[in-house]
């Protein structure tokens, strides 16, 4: 099922003074996938690189000077090409500082807008609809350009697309409340209008999308009452008469999108592959009215498969490029990386069956999910198969009530009676919209636990949660009932499946893990693979000793100041020669869910500061726990790799350092934190001293791949290699 991932800030905004637009005019992919080119409203270009959040280089026109289209960036010549003022062509190269100075060309019409796809020759659309290569427009810039809209027509819209081995610029148009898709092939250079069908009186489409797929080229249309329109134009046998009457365009609907009250005015739907589509400023089903929300649904299966709220004013903008949405909202453009799996029917209903699931041996339609974790081993799990197999029976024979019933009933049922129709209604395959329906349900279940001391369900929870249709962003109080109700399990599994669990709410559960006795903790029951890895991982003896993901107790002296060199020497003659076993520094239990704590995604910007307000005594005895795990690692590597909730050594040395850097004052004045600082230190060296080892060695393979291999060697032949 298809995901969206914890966010991060590329830059911030300065919308327009009066917010009706967020000072963005386009985003263009760079050089390869890491990099983008952010063209603002006025006069800047910004080269930033992705990953690490900051601008590269960046370029501004005069004052008095606008930039009226996009950037682009030209593969083939290394360099970026955009329009001031609608007739000054620029070019420059990522050295050049100022545009001033740069290339310049004016030409004799307004130019619409600059687009270039990787490996073809960027081209030029001007606003009455002709189009050049920028090569040949470059040759002679005061060349007439011919005007090929009617005169009340105008673009909308635009992009190119390169598909049988050919480009082809598509532009949309408005006229009168027409709204028409022009085609327009290079070499040859062939020309095909087609008018889209009306929508409702007065109703233009608020954004457009095109794909390449099947040889058609797929335009994806959303109108403000929040129909999804999908048109298919084939690139073969495209008309050669540019003064041809316009053809009809077949459309059939893809999605009818929740409007709430009135018409969407600022939204955008974006093609992200076959089957799923990226929507943002359309109301979440299971939200309310609210139009702050980026959502990806599946057109397959008419199903909401992941959604996010966006703090702040939503633009109507949205941008995808390697797997990552570019959204502006409020003062901030936000990347947000995202996955679509291949979709298929049981991805959509959030039935598909994960790795290492065992299969309930009950004959029920839906297992559950304490069956599916602990099988027959537990009671609890057969007692509720029992009551879930009672409940199917009495479906069958009883009427089945809607989803809109069981949501009333929700509100002033008993408990009994609430978990017995929810999980009948998650029985039942009829069941329409899955993805708002449990969206829905744990919504209201949330509410009424918080309203009412007395009143929780977390099987219910727990199920609800399996089912993969649930995220943060749907249901943000769920996982603060499960701490409040001092429900780890529940919590266990929020972090396991949510995506997009904010810092703060992942410091909040550490806060409660680390601060958990471990009397509570060893009565709480957990996912049983996680806790198997972590008794695996305690029972473990030694391994043999040498180096081992950077470190080995031998390496330990030469990391250590003298002083501690020579206590730890008297220390060892006074015991035996073997190194004491290694001790977990917190209960089994414990330990397994701060595990889910260090497999949860952050953003280290925003995970900082929350972090600052852990004590200076769970600091301690977290930093413990990340050096057990470290040293468990250094002596067999296949710790890492023996469980399914296992964090990696990356993960452990990154939240080292994220908790050094959030308390190291703290930590430097604390008696008792000093021995672990130094141990510490030399993990961070160890791991320095690895690193630079493999750089080495990808330094050799490199030399050993340029070298050229003789083709005629002999049956016996001794070469040597020198690399250094």
């Known amino acids: 099922m298809a995901a969206l991932y914890e966010g991060y800030t590329l830059c911030g905004l300065v919308p327009s003074q009066t917010l009706s637009n967020s000072g963005i005019r386009g985003i263009e992919a760079e050089r390869d996938s890491d990099h983008v080119v952010v063209t603002d409203t006025t006069r800047s270009v910004t080269l930033f690189k992705v990953s690490d959040q900051k601008p590269l280089s960046s370029w501004t026109v005069k004052q008095g000077q606008t930039l009226t289209c996009s950037a682009v960036y030209n593969t083939q010549t290394k360099e970026y090409v955009a329009v001031s003022d609608s007739k000054v062509i620029r070019i420059w190269k990522e050295e050049d500082i100022l545009l001033d100075k740069a290339f310049k060309a004016t030409v004799s019409s307004d130019v619409w807008r600059v687009h270039s796809v990787p490996g073809v020759e960027p081209v030029v659309l001007f606003q009455r609809g002709a189009v050049r290569l920028l090569d040949s427009l470059l040759s002679a810039p005061q060349q007439p350009i011919e005007e090929v809209l009617a005169q009340e027509e105008a673009i909308r819209w635009s992009t190119n697309i390169v598909a049988e081995s050919q480009q082809f610029v598509i532009f949309t148009t408005e006229q009168k409340g027409d709204n028409f898709l022009y085609l327009q092939r290079l070499n040859p250079n062939t020309l095909q209008r087609y008018r889209l069908e009306r929508e409702e009186p007065g109703l233009s489409p608020l954004s457009f999308s095109a794909s390449y797929r099947d040889k058609h080229i797929c335009l994806l249309y959303l109108y403000p009452n929040g129909h999804v329109y999908q048109s298919l134009v084939s690139v073969r046998g495209l008309g050669t008469d540019e003064g041809a009457q316009a053809l009809p365009m077949p459309r059939n609907l893809l999605l009818g999108l929740p409007v709430g009250e009135g018409l969407l005015d600022a939204a955008s739907a974006l093609v992200l592959d076959e089957a799923h589509v990226a929507v943002v400023g359309v109301p979440h089903p299971s939200a309310g009215a609210g139009k702050d929300f980026l959502c990806i649904w599946n057109t397959n299966f008419q199903t909401l498969q992941a959604g996010k709220e966006m703090a702040g004013k939503i633009y109507g903008q949205l ?236 390496s330990f002296d030469e990391d250590c100041p003298d002083a501690l060199v020579t206590k730890t020497r008297a220390e060892e003659k006074e015991k035996s020669s073997s190194p004491p076993e290694q001790l977990c520094p917190v209960g089994l239990h414990k330990a397994v869910l701060l595990n889910e704590v260090l497999l949860t995604a952050y953003s280290d910007t925003f995970l900082l500061p929350h972090l600052k307000d852990l004590s200076s005594q769970h600091v301690v005895l977290f930093l413990q726990y990340l050096q057990f795990l470290y040293l468990k690692y250094s002596q067999d590597a296949s710790s890492q790799m023996h469980g399914f909730r296992s964090p990696s050594l990356t993960q452990i040395m990154d939240w080292v350092c994220l908790l050094l850097d959030a308390h190291f004052t703290v930590l430097v004045m604390t008696p008792e934190a000093k021995g672990l600082l130094l141990n510490l230190h030399s993990f961070v060296k160890s791991q320095v001293r690895l690193v630079s080892e493999l750089g080495k060695i990808e330094g050799s393979l490199q030399e050993l791949s340029k070298m050229k291999v003789k083709k005629d060697v002999g049956q016996y032949s001794i070469e040597v290699i020198e690399l250094f």
């Open 319 to 554: 941008w995808t490029y390697s797997n990552k949405l570019f959204i502006p909202h409020g003062k901030t453009l936000s990347v947000i990386p995202y996955e679509c799996p291949k979709s298929s029917l049981a991805s959509a209903l959030g039935k598909l069956k994960q790795a290492k699931t065992e299969e309930s041996k009950a004959p029920v339609s839906v297992p559950s999910w304490n069956n599916i974790l602990h099988g027959e081993k537990a009671q609890p799990s057969r007692a509720v198969d029992t009551r879930k197999t009672r409940a199917n029976r009495k479906t069958q024979s009883a009427p089945s009530l809607t989803t809109d019933q069981v949501l009333e009933l929700i509100k002033t049922a008993p408990v009994e009676e609430v978990q017995k129709e929810v999980e009948g209604l998650l029985s039942r395959a009829d069941i329409q919209d899955v993805q708002s329906s449990v969206g829905q349900l744990a919504s209201t279940l949330v509410a009424r636990s918080l309203a009412d001391p007395a009143f929780y369900t977390p099987s219910t929870l727990a199920q609800l949660v399996h089912t993969q249709s649930l995220c943060h962003s749907v249901c943000p109080d769920l996982v603060l009932l499960a701490l409040e109700r001092k429900d780890y399990f529940l919590c266990q599994l929020c972090l396991q499946f949510f995506p997009d669990i904010p810092e703060a709410v992942t410091c909040a559960c550490l806060k409660a893990f680390i601060s958990m006795p471990d009397v509570d903790a060893e009565k709480v029951s957990l996912e049983p693979d996680s806790v198997s890895f972590m008794e695996t991982l305690i029972a473990r003896e030694h391994g043999q000793d040498g180096l081992q993901n950077g470190f080995s107790p031998t």
